[in-house]
């Protein structure tokens, strides 16, 4: 294929291996190269492959030994979001991904209601051009997402590669996260865990909710970790499973929904009655979700290497626990 047009941006070339014998084309290029099967698919089927000399279309052909095979990579077109500039406190950054501090209020990716400012809109100004492209677009590549309003450390592919890698290994749970939560009440036992399957709220599709049918199994493990008075803990959670909303759904069915969640504490609960007046209120009128994502360990998609990363609580969450604390319970 010629590139007399300069459409053309990189070509991978490999001779297929006795290992390799009888694979089908899209397989073989998606274990010799770091795009991934449905990119590899795409361009296949757009002609950009060839198969000694030969163009093929087809992604299901079996490539047989000393096939030369030729995969053409268009260069990355520009992402339809504009970049933005907003400040981000960035924890780690290399050529494969970036590991930030995400700030409570600040929405993942655009959406109706958030058309811009979002973290996707900052990470384009911030890296630029040096985007290398995914799927084809100059664009970051979202692995895992926060709430809007749940604050915590969040890590971003800047490459396929890395996408591709860091999705399975959130997949198939080969990371390791830890949050930290104010819920209302005493959780007994302090340590365990909560399981139950999630899925929409049939009465408000907005919701989540333990649902007997139809749901995806979750798990949270809980660990008490101080008791800020009679009526409130700040309690660990690690996640077995990645579910919407997991931890607002678990904690809220078992009785202690997080303080100042916004779509799963509808009811004032009884046992804000032992706060004095003004903890009640403090309570009460904290703006968001007070959940944490404090840590998050991972394995490099490139180097191989564990990466672990822990921030603290939160300005606004560390004056929630100040304000209301009774300064008579210790910590457990």
Known sequence: MSDSNNSIDTSFVALVSEEHNNNRIDRFLAQTNEHSRSRIKSLIEQGLCQRNHQTVTDPSISVKTG?????????????????????????????????????????????????????????????????????????????????????????????????????????????????????????????????????????????????????????????????????VSLIQCKLDTGRTHQIRVHLSKSGHPLLGDPVYLKRIPSISK??????????????????????LGFTHPTTGQYLKFETELPKDMQQLIKSINTSIQGTI
């Open 67 to 231: 096939d030369r095979i030729e995969l053409n990579i268009p260069p990355a077109k520009t992402y339809y979001l504009q970049p933005q500039s907003i400040d981000l406190e960035i924890l780690f950054e290399d050529n494969d991904l970036i590991v930030i501090n995400k700030p409570a209020g600040l929405v993942v990716h655009p959406a109706p209601g958030n058309e811009d400012g979002t973290l996707v809109n900052a990470l384009l100004a911030h890296c630029g051009n040096t985007l290398p492209g995914i799927g084809g677009e100059k664009r970051p590549g979202i692995i895992h997402r926060l709430d809007k309003d749940t604050s915590g450390v969040m890590v971003v592919a800047k490459t396929e590669h890395a996408l591709t890698k860091l999705s399975a290994d959130f997949a198939t749970r080969n990371i390791d996260r830890l949050y930290l939560a104010l819920c209302w009440g005493l959780l007994n036992p302090s340590n365990g865990s909560i399981e139950g399957a999630i899925g929409r709220d049939p009465y408000d599709r907005k919701k989540m909710t333990i649902v007997k049918k139809g749901g995806k199994y979750a798990k949270t493990n809980y660990r008490t970790l101080q008791i800020i008075n009679p009526a």
């Open 274 to 295: 032992q706060l004095s007046t003004v903890q009640k209120n403090e309570a009460l009128d904290f703006p968001r979700q007070a959940l944490h994502a404090a840590s």
